[in-house]
């Protein structure tokens, strides 16, 4: 007598993985998507097979990740455009398959195939997965969901430059200012890490578009919704803006700064010291270090403005 069917079945590999996560996420078509219980259905087995690969991409808690089986399917998720089907079917999916995806989606793109990042290459050369994961910030059941896979693909210089040079980037002062709170700051999280992690990228991202990126900029920190919308949640607010000014201070306080942005910091003396003159947090300790912060930075402006060669 046989006892066969007691026995374990045989772990996927990551070409089978792909194809039933790929074959899953397709039949989230226009048609299932309309019919109540097609979609419960496809969206069940969207769920197990999510699962499967955060199993293989992370392990099960008892038993590591197998580290080339974890390689061979970021290489299949690039070559079976599985890395776009996760972006663009991101809005349809339920919240554990979300859950599981933003889990996933940072060790993915850490994946190191050759002397590549191959799914970095893949969102390179299908740079249109970047403005969509911006333009869902319009979406708040998926917002904080795409902004952490956004903050994941900001730690790659290729693709932080891109969304900077991009019509996107303009989106994210209405997002700081959106009225869901959780959202809006998640937004501004994305936002000030696009200003600060890549200095070189940024520098010449602010040589090349300066006058449109502080008018848009002066606007926000000087906006009624931006400031006194959010009385009511004070802390917040105040990390808000201290990050505001943090973003604002990376510029001006590093040493090693690009002379074309200590010419613009020279030429638009004025305007920025009055700005920052009007920015105040109040009274506490916190406030206080803000203060002694901006002072130096209203200093540091004042003394370039001083210098012949950058305003001659």
Not at 26 to 54: G, I, P, Q, S, Y
Request: aromatic share 10%; with cysteine; proline share 3%.
């Amino acid at each position: 007598m046989s006892f066969s069917f007691f026995k374990p079945s045989r772990p996927k590999t990551p070409q089978e993985v792909t194809k039933a996560i790929k074959d899953s996420l397709v039949a989230l078509d226009t048609k299932t998507v309309v019919e109540v219980k097609a979609l419960e259905k496809a969206l069940e087995e969207v769920d197990k097979n999510f699962a499967t690969m955060r199993c293989m991409l992370c392990g099960d808690g008892e038993v590591e990740p197998n580290v080339e089986q974890v390689s061979q399917l970021a290489i299949e998720f690039c070559k079976e455009d599985v890395l776009a089907l996760l972006v663009h079917k991101l809005p349809i999916l339920g919240w554990e398959a979300r859950k599981d995806l933003v889990h996933c989606w940072s060790i993915l793109l850490k994946q190191i195939v050759g002397s590549t990042h191959c799914c970095v290459q893949y969102i390179e050369n299908h740079i249109e997965l970047l403005d969509f994961l911006v333009v869902c910030y319009d979406n708040k059941e998926i917002a904080l969901n795409c902004g952490n896979m956004l903050r994941e693909c900001i730690k790659f210089p290729i693709l932080a430059k891109y969304i900077l040079e991009s019509a996107s980037f303009e989106l994210f002062f209405k997002f700081v200012e959106l009225p869901n709170f959780d959202v809006a700051s998640d937004a501004f999280s994305t936002f000030k890490d696009l200003l600060t992690k890549h200095s070189d990228v940024v520098s010449g991202f602010l040589v090349a578009h300066y006058e449109e990126f502080f008018d848009l900029y002066e606007n926000l920190m000087t906006s009624s919704n931006y400031v006194t919308k959010r009385q009511s949640l004070k802390d917040s607010r105040k990390n808000i803006q201290i990050a505001s000014f943090h973003i604002f201070k990376v510029f001006v306080a590093n040493p090693n700064k690009p002379r074309e942005i200590k010419v613009i910091l020279a030429k638009n003396h004025d305007k920025l010291l009055e700005l920052l003159q009007n920015l105040s947090l109040g009274k506490g300790s916190d406030d206080e270090q803000f203060e002694e912060e901006k002072e130096v930075i209203m200093k540091e402006i004042e003394r370039l403005s001083r210098l012949p060669e950058l305003v001659s």
